[in-house]
T-cell receptor, first 113, second 115 residues
Framework: AQSVTQLDSQVPVFEEAPVELRCNYS??????LFWYVQYPNQGLQLLLK??????LVKGINGFEAEFNKSQTSFHLRKPSVHISDTAEYFCAVTYTGGFKTIFGAGTRLFVKA | EAGVAQSPRYKIIEKRQSVAFWCNPISGHATLYWYQQILGQGPKLLIQ????????DSQLPKDRFSAERLKGVDSTLKIQPAKLEDSAVYLC?????????????FGPGTRLTVL
């Protein structure tokens, strides 16, 4: 069965520290990969996406993610976080076989001063 | 450009009652999605429209949920009758093109509480 696993439900981190949010997915077909962010009381918005080409993808607000096909992972990173990055982050995978998008359960990033 | 609009933002009903949610996608977007997001979980696709046709409704509980997108613009999602487990945030999203690689733009959601 197709599934998306976000390995950490919550990640507390101090301001200006680096952070990595992990995402793994099951796959037997080609995929498109996405990270969305949901700020408090707001809708989801796209951070970045991988469709093809370079495995390192840069997104908004200084975030980047690396597609690793052999490990079926798409981890999100930021070298230095800000208080304003406090939000919930969702990894999403679109399986090209059935064109269905599956979201992970989310990782709540909490940035402390 | 205006984003995806949803109403109401909050709704509280008792079980076995009916409820309807409305979504107005971004102008010109061909594809419209309804997701259910239960607390602590990621969004789950309920139904996807392309213009006014259904592309995927495999996860829509058709015995109680229905959705329509008349004229390929606005959409309504209805639950009749509601159950306690329907308590969730219902998200509407739209995308410009048909391709699944296209970015989805989400509305603020409707938070439903079933008592």
């Amino acid at each position: 069965a197709q599934s998306v696993t976000q390995l950490d439900s919550q990640v507390p981190v101090f301001e200006e520290a680096p952070v990595e949010l992990r995402c793994n997915y099951s796959s037997s077909v080609s995929v498109y990969l996405f990270w969305y962010v949901q700020y408090p009381n707001q809708g989801l918005q796209l951070l970045l996406k991988y469709l093809s080409g370079s495995t390192l993808v840069k997104g908004i607000n200084g975030f980047e993610a690396e597609f690793n096909k052999s490990q079926t992972s798409f981890h999100l990173r930021k070298p230095s976080v800000h208080i304003s990055d406090t939000a919930e982050y969702f990894c999403a995978v679109t399986y090209t076989g059935g064109f269905k998008t599956i979201f992970g359960a989310g990782t709540r990033l909490f940035v402390k001063a | 450009e205006a984003g995806v609009a949803q109403s109401p933002r909050y709704k509280i009903i008792e079980k076995r009652q009916s409820v309807a949610f409305w979504c107005n996608p971004i102008s010109g977007h061909a594809t419209l999605y309804w997701y259910q997001q239960i607390l602590g979980q990621g969004p789950k696709l309920l139904i996807q429209f392309q213009n006014n046709g259904v592309v995927d409704d495999s996860q829509l509980p058709k015995d109680r949920f229905s959705a329509e997108r008349l004229k390929g613009v606005d959409s309504t999602l209805k639950i009749q009758p509601a159950k306690l487990e329907d308590s969730a945030v219902y998200l509407c999203a739209s995308s410009l093109r048909v391709g699944v690689e296209d970015t989805q733009y989400f509305g603020p959601g409707t938070r439903l509480t079933v008592l």
